[in-house]
């Protein structure tokens, strides 16, 4: 892997054919259909007033959280951010718990609990958001020093937007992280925007730089390519794990939505949005299945028909009993098992071979 603080992006496909099978290949385009066929099904449910709240989706950034989950193993630990749905995905967390979870259905992930996106399955190795950002890269770094202490090989990895660099707590997370050695990974989502705000009123420096400035490798990596994502998160943990610490990857993307559901994202210029579109990930991911013989239309039609039955399934679930609504708040076996419980689920892809 590249182990220098340079933006150059990394390319992956010296690495592919060693790393990744044809199926491994197939099963980033299938995570990522699925990814945004749940999040366009749940936007449309959103718009006939079944979804509480906003909504959050990761339109055009699915190849981050499904390449970087993709090179994680079952008894590693994932902080998955709200753009992030592909990390729950793979973990093997079921799209109609996932669509309950966005209608605040009894049969959500947290019951009908927090906000719609803010969920995570302990069950599988995934922590439930924390909203305060970029709090969960003091999760992942505090739960990369339980593996440390117990002498586990084991790895974190969290995702944190670019407006989370401007935040104290990205700087004592990456102090920590670098003085420690700590076997976790850190991915910079940089989709352009912190809600309104440009990356150029975010930061004066490269931020791969700042990995340097704290005494681990940085790297930036094509955030649109989930080939490149999952050969850099794939490196890195295999560093974490022979105890060479931390990395910080920087995932280069574009938020082609707004915020949420409400943000009409006025303020990107359209130029730009339409210069991304070009480089959708999934446009990529599904031309390199072709090319490789799969029958891309049948792929996309399995897709579309278990999302349609997960949201049947969602919409014919329960809201959740009121009388169960301070039920779950605390839970003391959660940390237990988050921490000390190897979490093996029905686990999918490359995790699943690696195990
Ligand atoms: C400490 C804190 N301040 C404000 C918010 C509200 N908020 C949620 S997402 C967001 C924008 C984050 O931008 P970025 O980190 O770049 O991630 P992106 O949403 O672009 O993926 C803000 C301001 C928050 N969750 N936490």
Redesign the pocket.
């Known amino acids: 892997m590249h182990t220098s603080t340079s933006r150059a992006p990394a390319d992956a496909s010296a690495d592919v054919a060693e790393h990744l099978t044809h199926d491994d290949r197939v099963g980033l385009l299938r995570y990522m259909l699925l990814m945004r066929g749940i999040e366009e099904k749940a936007m449309s449910l959103y718009r006939q007033g079944k979804v509480p709240g906003s909504f959050y989706d990761g339109y055009g950034q699915e190849a981050v959280s499904v390449g970087a989950a993709f090179a994680m193993a079952p008894e590693d630990r994932l902080c998955i951010?709200?753009?992030d749905l592909g990390a729950h995905l793979i973990r093997g967390v079921e799209p109609a718990a996932i669509l309950s979870q966005y209608m605040g259905r009894a049969a959500g992930i947290t019951g009908g609990r927090d906000g719609n996106v803010h969920f995570g399955d302990h069950r599988v190795g995934c922590v439930g958001m924390v909203?305060?950002?970029?709090d969960m890269m003091l999760v992942a770094a505090g739960m990369a020093m339980a593996f440390k202490l117990r002498g586990e090989a084991r790895c974190a990895l969290t995702w944190?937007?670019?407006?989370?660099t401007s935040?104290g707590d990205f700087h004592e997370a990456m102090n920590w992280a670098g003085v420690q050695g700590l076997p976790v990974i850190f991915v910079l989502?940089n989709?352009q925007?912190?809600?309104s705000t440009p990356t150029r009123a975010q930061f004066a420096v490269n931020p791969v730089e700042r990995a340097g400035a704290y005494g681990f490798p940085g790297l930036s990596v094509d955030g649109n390519d989930p080939e490149a994502v999952f050969e850099a998160t794939r490196a890195a943990r295999e560093r974490a794990i022979a105890g060479d610490g931390p990395t910080l990857i920087e995932a280069v993307t574009m938020?082609m939505h707004g915020?949420a559901a409400h943000d009409d994202m006025s303020y990107v210029p359209s130029e730009q949005v339409e210069e991304w579109r070009a480089k959708d990930p999934i446009d990529r991911q599904r031309a390199r299945a072709v090319a490789l013989g799969v029958d891309v239309e049948a792929l996309q039609g399995e897709v579309r028909a278990r999302i349609d039955a997960a949201a049947d399934e969602a919409l014919s679930g329960p809201m959740p009993d009121p009388a169960t609504a301070t039920d779950r708040l605390f839970h003391p076996r959660d940390a237990e098992e988050i921490l000390l419980g190897d979490g093996r689920g029905p686990w999918s892809g490359f995790a699943a071979r690696a195990a």
């Open positions: 951010l709200h753009r909203s305060m950002l970029p944190f937007g670019d407006g989370s935040r989502e989709n925007y912190a809600y938020r915020h």
